[in-house]
């Protein structure tokens, strides 16, 4: 019982570490790492990555989704 009370406390300072190192991490990175107005194609060819991804994922999580539902209602 009195492990478990101080898996608390030690999760909480973990985590508060972690968000505090992820924060001092994530300001070192440049706000805008890819500039349309400089590097327009770059801009354009990472967007459309982007989108490519996206909708991809999007297709690949509604196949997961109707095999599942086949595997709990066979067809007869």
Do not use: C, W
């Amino acid at each position: 019982m009195k492990a478990s009370l101080l898996r608390v406390p030690a999760i909480a300072a973990v985590a508060l570490y972690v968000l505090a190192i992820t924060g001092g991490v994530a300001g070192a990175l440049a706000p805008q790492p890819i500039d349309a107005s400089e590097q327009g194609p770059l801009a354009f060819v990472a967007m459309t990555v982007m989108v490519v991804l996206f909708v991809s994922s999007l297709f690949y999580m509604d196949r997961i989704r109707q095999r599942h539902e086949d595997r709990q209602n066979p067809r007869e």
